[in-house]
T-cell receptor
Framework: QKEVEQNSGPLSVPEGAIASLNCTYS??????FFWYRQYSGKSPELIMF????GDKEDGRFTAQLNKASQYVSLLIRDSQPSDSATYLC??????????FGKGTTLSVSS | DADVTQTPRNRITKTGKRIMLECSQT?????MYWYRQDPGLGLRLIYY???????NKGEISDGYSVSRQAQAKFSLSLESAIPNQTALYFC????????????FGPGTRLLVL
């Protein structure tokens, strides 16, 4: 069974700190990797995708991918209270639907 | 107007009733999905469709059925609702490719009494 694992949290960080969210996956054939943010009661929204080993930066967000270790991470710099949400890691195995992790809840305190 | 719409947004029904949740999209995407979300369990895939003639079971399809009426429409049915189907249901769409991104509807909150 293809799996995506995330620490459920909650991960608590003070405002201005770096939040680090981690994800591991089981299917070595996975091609693309996504991070979605979901506010309570709302639908998930895409914030980052990555498909090559290394880092990808977009504003305060950096996604990191290590295919050899089957590991994806999301760093949020200068964390803000508005970043408080659940972050879902999703993995795209070849030829099938995305597989989502259970999500990590982030709480940023002011 | 929203690209992915779901109706109804909220529904209360009784055990044993048949209900249908509907999803429509204006993004022109071929692929559509139904998920349910329960506290602590994340998003679980119920069914997905890669085109109008393609229907695939997901992780938790028992008790559910789907219909892909057109490229833009994908309906989820609960033939005989039971209380443990109480959940938040999301429809999503995507186009194939290495940067395939799923776009989610606003969700339908279902309560089965």
């Amino acid at each position: 069974q293809k799996e995506v694992e995330q620490n459920s949290g909650p991960l608590s960080v003070p405002e201005g700190a770096i939040a680090s969210l981690n994800c591991t996956y089981s299917d070595r054939g996975s091609q693309s990797f996504f991070w979605y943010r979901q506010y309570s009661g709302k639908s998930p929204e895409l914030i980052m995708f990555i498909y090559s080993n290394g880092d990808k930066e977009d504003g305060r967000f950096t996604a990191q991918l290590n295919k050899a270790s089957q590991y994806v991470s999301l760093l949020i710099r200068d964390s803000q209270p508005s970043d408080s949400a659940t972050y879902l890691c999703a993995v795209s195995p070849a030829g099938t639907a995305l597989i989502f992790g259970k999500g990590t809840t982030l709480s940023v305190s002011s | 107007d929203a690209d992915v719409t779901q109706t109804p947004r909220n529904r209360i029904t009784k055990t044993g009733k048949r209900i249908m949740l509907e999803c429509s999209q204006t993004k022109g995407h071929d692929r559509m999905y139904w998920y349910r979300q329960d506290p602590g369990l994340g998003l679980r895939l119920i069914y997905y469709s890669f085109d109008v003639k393609d229907i695939n079971k997901g992780e938790i399809s028992d008790g559910y059925s789907v219909s892909r009426q057109a490229q833009a429409k994908f309906s989820l049915s609960l033939e005989s609702a039971i209380p443990n189907q109480t959940a938040l249901y999301f429809c999503a769409t995507s186009d194939p490719g290495p940067r395939e991104t799923q776009y989610f509807g606003p969700g339908t909150r279902l309560l089965v009494l």
